[in-house]
């Protein structure tokens, strides 16, 4: 096992008082803060995913599924969405009406989790100190706190899959199939919250078989077990979405994402134009494939031919300028490091830029422009500031910790 020293604890030991209470407290506080000053402003929980969600949810409670209307502006969104966050939303509106006050309760309680959880793997792997910083980082981010406050399924896939990593690291150090099986299930159901889970699976995988305290034999078993159980979670969906859609797929958003995303974000570079007025043309280039593939209109064509289209466009957009769009990708993933103040801004309702500081400008001169500029920054920057910072510390200090372990070749192998 990873060695540990000083004050850290012995062996695989773990404690959940105090540390795990005083970090969940911490962070519930803070996250507590932010939610006060939204109670009054629900609407500024929204975000325009949040609409799709929210009609899936309300379906779900009128006893009509997760099949929309087809006259619905959402219906799109019927096989775009997978299933988990719109029932944890139905249930929230079930027990408190369609208060999205509550969700941020709610998503508040589920993200101070995600951190006590932290420092419980951080104990388990390196120890109580070491533990103890990762909690505190993670209670601190600004975009967890953020985002437990949107309509959004960022918060409850989070602590799944953070959930899901501590079952697996139990199975690794104990090798008892309870928490293998624990694993599984909590991975089936992030991936049917957001699909992107599905390519944990295969580093869930390499530790069935690394986790296997018997022979190989036992490493397969552990591998069947695992499969078996993500398959059954997963694989009902799929075969939901086959019955409605005809379509054997988790969910058609990589599709729509390669098309209206992807496609759209390097149409809107290209051209010097937004976002917007890229997606307006990529319609009309769908509307070119539809016509090809003998539809006249794309509202009549089934979600095979649909998905289909999408992917043909966006793929075809792309391989025009690969190296453009791999530029672009890599600014927008370096961007996404960030904890960026509009985020909090979007939240608060707080535009700084806006406050008179042309009009500063034109009246004062430069140098009295720049102090106005900064006075109107006040806490919400400051604050994004200081997240930012401590992000990229838990960075260095993460590349500094495997760095030494690989130097020490101290594994749990």
């Given amino acids: 096992m990873i060695s540990q020293s000083g004050d850290d604890l ?10 795990f209470v005083i970090i969940f407290v911490l962070a519930l506080t803070l996250r507590l803060v932010f939610w006060s000053l ?17 009609a899936l949810a309300l379906n779900i ?23 988990v966050y719109p029932l944890f939303l139905s249930t929230v509106y079930l027990l408190s009406g369609e208060n999205y006050i509550w969700v941020g309760f709610v998503q508040s309680v589920l993200s101070s989790l995600i951190s006590a959880l932290t420092f419980l793997i951080g104990q388990r792997l390196f120890g109580r100190r070491a533990g103890f910083i990762a909690g505190l980082l993670s209670a601190f981010g600004l975009l967890s706190i953020i985002y437990s406050l949107m ?25 008892t199939t309870r928490w293998l099986l624990m694993s599984a299930v909590l991975l089936g159901i992030a991936i049917l919250c957001r699909p992107i889970a599905f390519y944990y699976t295969f580093f869930l ?12 034999l036992q490493g397969v078993k552990n591998v069947a077990v695992f499969i078996f159980v993500v ?26 994402n390669l098309v209206y995303y992807n496609a759209a974000s390097l149409v809107a570079d290209m051209r010097g134009v937004d976002r917007l007025t890229a997606v307006k043309e990529l319609d009309d280039r769908l509307n070119e494939r539809f016509n ?51 985020e909090i801004f979007n939240l608060l309702d707080h535009h700084p830029r806006e406050h008179g500081t042309l009009q500063v400008l ?7 422009a720049i102090q106005h500029y900064r006075k109107e920054l006040i806490w919400p920057e400051n604050v994004s500031h200081i997240s930012t910072a401590l992000l990229w510390i838990a960075y260095a200090f993460s590349l500094l910790g495997v760095a030494a372990l690989v130097h020490k070749k101290q594994f749990v192998l």
């Fill in 151 to 175: 309509i959004l399924s960022d918060i409850l896939f989070t602590i799944m899959l953070v959930s899901c990593l501590w079952c697996t690291i139990e199975f690794w150090i104990q090798g």
């Fill in 10 to 19: 012995q062996g695989n030991e773990v404690r959940i008082f105090p540390g």
């Fill in 231 to 256: 398959v059954l979670i997963v694989g009902s969906w799929i075969v939901h979405n086959w019955i409605v859609f005809k379509v054997p797929v988790i969910s058609g958003i990589s599709s729509y």
């Fill in 362 to 368: 034109r009246d004062k001169g430069l140098f009295s």
């Fill in 38 to 54: 939204i109670v009054t402003h629900p609407e500024r929980m929204l975000s325009p995913d949040s609409s799709a969600y929210n």
């Fill in 292 to 342: 090809s593939m003998g539809i006249n209109d794309g509202r009549k064509a089934s979600w095979a031919q649909v998905l289909a289209a999408w992917r043909y466009v966006g793929r075809k957009v792309i391989l025009q300028l690969p190296g453009r769009y791999i530029a672009l990708h890599l600014r927008s993933d370096i961007k996404s490091l960030r904890s960026g103040s509009d």
């Fill in 205 to 216: 995988l390499i530790m069935a078989i690394v986790g296997s305290k018997q022979k190989l």
């Fill in 61 to 83: 409670l009128s006893g009509k599924g997760f099949l929309l209307d087809s006259n619905s502006p959402y219906y799109w969104y019927s096989l775009l969405r997978t299933p």
